[in-house]
Nanobody
Framework: EVQLVEFGGGLVQPGESLRLSCAAS????????MSWVRQAPGKGLEWVSL??????????MYADSVKGRFTISRDNAKNTLYLQMNSLKPEDTAVYYC???????????????????WGQGTQVTVSS
């Protein structure tokens, strides 16, 4: 059974940093592209970032809203996905989900229906 468990969320002030983690199990983590997706209060899902598998050169993609501030990474030995978030803004407040994409290499952000599995989410609140 595929499981994705996010942790690391919390309350931070604007300009501070936070690192999210997603522990994966039940599948060959290294073989799949992984994403972070968020949902702000009262809004729809927003794709944040994707990292391809090593066969896809572990290449990364970012939404324009987070480019230059967020960094996605993966540790295949630990079956863990990360999202380092720097220079956080109030508009980054959201529930952050990790999601498993079908296949290892993507050249665009998957549509919501294309993801195989989702975690339960972790809340990030940026407020002074």
């Amino acid at each position: 059974e595929v499981q994705l468990v996010e942790f690391g969320g919390g309350l931070v002030q604007p300009g501070e940093s936070l690192r999210l983690s997603c522990a994966a199990s039940g599948f060959t983590f290294s073989s799949y592209a992984m994403s972070w997706v968020r949902q702000a209060p009262g809004k729809g899902l927003e794709w944040v970032s994707l990292i391809n598998s090593d066969s896809g050169s572990a290449s990364t993609m970012y939404a324009d809203s987070v480019k230059g501030r967020f960094t996605i990474s993966r540790d295949n030995a630990k079956n863990t996905l990360y999202l380092q978030m720097n220079s956080l803004k109030p508009e980054d407040t959201a529930v952050y989900y990790c999601a498993k994409a079908p296949g290892g290499t993507w050249y665009r952000a998957p549509d919501w229906a294309e993801y195989d599995n989702w975690g339960q989410g972790t809340q990030v609140t940026v407020s002074s």
